[in-house]
Every structure is written in C-alpha cells, then in structure tokens.
C-alpha cells in the first residue's frame, strides 16, 4: 500500500492541544482526518451506555473544520493491558505510569494502524515535544517541547525509529499553553474554554486508592508497619496506599518522622525508616528503547528524569543486556519508585528511557 504523504490522521479527543494541532494542520495544507478514541464507557443513573462529552466536542470540532472524523472503541483493550497492569504494578508495590503504557500500546500503536488503514502516512497528537531527523545518524530524534511548563517528551521516550517517521507534534515549538488556547479558541470557543486534565483519566476524582480497593480486594488487606530491622510498628490499611518516600498519611503517629523505605509484597509489610533511608546511589531498569543508539555498548553520562516532573539529575548508564540498563547517580537521590520510567536526556534531547525495576541502595 502506498501511504499518502499528505495525509495525518490527528488523535482528536475534544480538548484544547489535539483542536489546535488539527486547526495548524489543515492551515499548512495537510488533509487532515479526526479520530477519537474510546478507551472506557460512561453510563446513566439507569445503567445505560451514554456518549462522552468529549466525543461530542470531537466530533464538533471536525464538523467545524470540516475533517473527517472517526470513533472508535478500544475499551477491552484498554481494559486488559492499561487498567490491568495499573492495579497489577500497585499490588506488587510498585508505582506505574498508566499514561506511558497507554500512549505505547493504544494511542500510537493503534493510532498508527489506523492511519495506514487510510492510507495516511502520518499521525499527529496535540503532546508537547518535537521530532527531528539527523541525517548523519540517519535516525529520528525527539526533543522537548519549547513550552517549559507543558513539556510533554519525558512520555515518548518508547518510540522507535519505524514510528517516529511517521509521527507530527505542530505544539513543539509553541512557548506556551496560552498560546494554543487562543489557536483552539479560534475554532470554537467553548474548546478554548477548557481546563487541562491532570488526573488518571479512568480514576474517579484522582482517587486512585479508592479505585484499586474497589475492583481488588487484595488491595484492601492491612498488614504491618516495620521498620528496617523488621520490628513491628503498627497496622496499614493495604499496600497499595503507600508510595516510596512517602511521610505523610501513613495514618499513624510514630512520635518522629517516618518514611516509607519499601514495600515488601511477600509479608505484606510497608518498610519506614528515616528520610535518609530513602536514598539510593542507583537503580535497574528494564525494556529500555533509545533513540540515537541501536544498542548501548558503552557507559553513557546524562541527565535523568526518575519521574515526569522530577529534577535533571547526572547519571551513569550501562548496559546489563536483554533490555536491562544499570543506572548510577552521581550522588544518592531520594524516593526512586519501581513501576516509574526514567527518562534519559542530551541537553535538551530525549535519548532514550526505561522502566524502573529496582533500586541500588
């Protein structure tokens, strides 16, 4: 099949980033075709399934910039790989990222598909970050967004080179997210008016404790507070109500400042120690993909994030094989949480990344 080079297919989901990256597009001269993804039903006082909003908003938007316009369902999906591994990680003690498995399996793999599926060469989404070629390195190469505050390439760093030629971002070199609402409210005003998401999308109101207790029972099952020479300090409510480094709404007194230092899954015990006991000099991290390398075949120094919005720290990087990646800080940092990715950058580039497996104390 030839693929139309002319053609993206942008990921319209209603919100103000994918109407203004459909609105910049078909201004550049590109036949643009809107596609919505539904992920999870909503439903009716009755039970019944009902239309989101943001899937009237998407297929207004189209109708406003006169695109074709597609939904589709990906809610088993969705429902067996992201929600699943997301109440899976949790019940291991670990923290994970729904978005990144997300974006990895549904919304660019199956976007990508899609976009072929119509003979278009391109995908397009409203993330932050900016795509180049190298044509020394005869590779693609991702680069954060210039809106600092919005900057969204810590989230892509899992694309390889047979997706990142085909893939769009018309929001990296926008400065901020002001900027975009105004192009969004160009095509309709009531878009333009809408606040950023910031939550798990499937979560109801951000409280994912109460979602895993609710479709686990394991994840209610107290156990032991511990701490580090395994004497008992108390009760907890269930493992999956804690994080590494965690201080407060450990729900009791512990007469000084207790953080949590780990999760033991077997015994069911949280681990508190003292705020330095939450450091490690390094971590292990698994399935990792780089953008500039074919393999790592050599310690490579860089900056990491250990979560989306965490500080640049110096790392060391080698290669463990099989997927496997160590990571060395240049000095210890605090509350490194198995189940995150690290990100891994050049100045401003994202090099590649990972997904935390364990910590080197």
Known sequence: MILNKNKVVVGLSGGV?????????????????????????????KGSIIEPQFVKDAKRVAKILNIPHYVVEYC?????TVKKEFVEEYLKGRTPNPCLTCNKIIKYGKLIEIAQSLEAYYVATGHYANIHYDDKLNRYRIYRGRAERKDQ????????QEQLKHLILPLGNYHSKEEVREIATKVDP??????????????????????????????????????ISGKILGEHIGIVSYTIGQRRGLGKDFGKPMYVVD?????NQVILGNDEHTYSRGLIAKNANFTIYHELKEEVKAKAQICQWGLFLPVAISNLGHGKIKVMFHKSERAVAPGQAVVFYHGNEVIGGATIESVIK
């Open 263 to 267: 999760i033991d899954i077997e015994k």
């Open 76 to 80: 088993q999906m969705f429902e067996s």
């Open 190 to 227: 009531k878009i333009g008016e809408k606040t950023d998401s910031t939550d798990i999308c499937f979560v109801p109101d951000g409280d994912h404790i109460s979602y895993l207790k609710s479709v686990s029972k394991i994840a209610s099952i107290k156990g032991d507070f511990v701490d």
């Open 153 to 160: 390439a810590y989230l892509l760093y899992f694309l390889r």
């Open 17 to 45: 980033d994918s109407t203004a990256a459909a609105y910049l597009l078909k201004k550049q001269g590109y036949e643009v075709v809107g596609v919505t993804m539904i992920l999870f039903y909503e439903y009716d006082k």
